[in-house]
């Protein structure tokens, strides 16, 4: 071997044991407290943005910003973003500034974003930081409900955000709730989202609970725990219930009464939509055997006579037509999960246009739940 040659096998072998020994001698500050260096932070911040930039070309974003999917955002980043992004009127969030990198106060951040470029980073999350993924991530429609959110964020003083994202308690006398809440504290967060009486929030952001069959509800939250429904808030709730919470939860619900047709059901009344409820009642009564869909009304009534319902099935009268035409896309896709009663639906379904799904969830909401199985 040429002398030349030697020394350079000699300084690289030199170069890596230092290396080594350095990185094992453990002055190397990996803690999160002592933050990055300047070089570092530049590499990771340039590296986010080139790959959100890179993964999102060519794709394409739904229609944003109806008010339901806002107010589904909202409901969302109260429980899982804002202990470390803060919110609206909450500039210094603690938690966040500790974080290496800081979690950023997002309200002025989110003009740097196109909406393809929130969706990854929301959905994805982003490595060697503390942003984690979305949980569910068959919920593509979650996430862009969060970017919804995201987006209308920077114009929402902090009361405006409160109240999309939480309930107003105040003036609720409700014996039944005051006595729950006051002895499952965690009833009041799941208001939030279902509303006190489960009747849901002032859009179809979240499914109504009051009156469903109390054997569907403990099974559904089971589902979310397990993750073998899929949803981004759901599963975060439901994983962190204890059995017992699940069922006087499920319970106080069940008990409920349901107010239906919903309050912002007088829309349905024009003209077109009362055919569009006409066509739905005739999907439900009896199904379109031409595309393998089977008559709804056998497992989800109403009943005309005195059959009683199978306690595991769904009540649908007078639930959200909005909420009720997503799942069943979300069945067609394959993405919704469920119980272990899933399948029987699942075989119900083979083909369905978004019009006849609309049409169907229009005809459900538009009914009134008369009675409920105990
Ligand atoms: C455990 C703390 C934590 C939670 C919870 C969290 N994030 Fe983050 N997030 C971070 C950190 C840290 C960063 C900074 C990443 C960086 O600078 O590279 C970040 C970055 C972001 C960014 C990019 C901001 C920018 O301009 O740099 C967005 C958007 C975001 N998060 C949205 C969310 C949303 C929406 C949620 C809730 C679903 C959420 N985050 C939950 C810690 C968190
Ligand atoms: C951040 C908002 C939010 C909170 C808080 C929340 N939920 Fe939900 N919940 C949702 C959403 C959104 C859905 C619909 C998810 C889906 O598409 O599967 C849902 C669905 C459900 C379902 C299934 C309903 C059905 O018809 O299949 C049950 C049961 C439920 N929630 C119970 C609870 C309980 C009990 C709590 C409190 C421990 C709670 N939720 C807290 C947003 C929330
Ligand atoms: C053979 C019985 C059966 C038939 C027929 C059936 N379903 Fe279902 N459906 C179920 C079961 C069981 C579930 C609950 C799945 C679970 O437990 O996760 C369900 C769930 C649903 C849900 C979700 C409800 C919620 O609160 O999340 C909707 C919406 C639905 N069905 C609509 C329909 C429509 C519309 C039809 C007719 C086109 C139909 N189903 C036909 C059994 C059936």
């Known amino acids: 071997m040429k002398p030349w040659k030697k020394h350079i096998l000699f300084f690289l072998g030199i170069s890596f044991f230092s ?45 944003l910003g109806r008010p339901w999917m806002i107010q589904k955002g909202a409901g969302h980043y109260e429980i899982g973003c804002r202990q470390c992004h803060g919110a609206p009127g ?16 997002l309200p002025s951040q989110i003009h740097k974003w196109e909406p ?82 489960g009747n849901g929030r002032e859009t179809s952001a979240f499914p109504k609970l009051a009156g469903q069959n109390l054997k569907y509800l403990e099974h559904s939250l089971k589902a979310y725990a397990k993750d073998e429904r899929h949803s981004g808030p759901m599963e975060l709730m439901a994983a962190s219930l204890k059995k017992e919470e699940v069922r006087k939860l499920s319970l106080y619900f069940s008990k409920q009464k349901r107010i239906s047709p919903s309050p912002s059901h007088h829309l349905v ?12 009642a005739d999907i439900a009564h009896k199904g379109i055997p031409q595309q393998r869909v089977a008559s709804c009304v056998a497992c989800h009534g109403p009943h005309l006579d005195d059959r009683r319902m ?41 083909e369905m246009t978004p019009q006849q799904m609309r049409d169907v969830a229009l005809y459900y909401e538009s009914l009134t739940l008369e009675k409920s199985d105990p």
């Open 19 to 63: 290396g080594i020994f350095i990185w094992l001698s453990g002055i190397i500050p990996l803690t999160a407290s002592s933050g990055h260096w300047d070089i570092t932070k530049w590499f990771l911040s340039i590296g986010m943005k080139r790959s959100v930039e890179t993964y999102t070309i060519g794709k394409s974003v739904p229609e």
């Open 90 to 105: 909450d500039k210094d969030s603690l938690f966040g500034n500790e974080l290496t990198p800081n979690a950023p106060w």
């Open 116 to 197: 393809d470029e929130l969706f990854r980073i929301v959905k994805h999350g982003v490595k060697f930081t503390g942003m984690p993924a979305w949980a569910a991530l068959q919920r593509n429609d979650e996430v862009w409900a969060m970017v919804s959110f995201l987006r209308s964020m920077p114009n929402l003083s902090g009361p405006e955000y409160e109240k999309m994202a939480t309930i107003l308690r105040s003036g609720f006398t409700n014996p039944d709730y005051q006595e729950n809440a006051g002895k499952l504290p965690v009833l009041q967060s799941c208001a939030n989202c279902h509303g006190m009486t």
């Open 269 to 280: 009344l024009e003209g077109a939509l009362s055919e569009a409820i006409k066509r739905g």
């Open 310 to 350: 199978n306690p595991h099935f769904p009540n649908l009268s007078g639930q959200f037509a909005d909420y009720i035409a997503l799942q069943l896309k979300l069945f067609l896709k394959n993405k919704r999960g469920g119980t272990k009663y899933a399948n029987v639906m699942h075989k119900a379904l083979f």
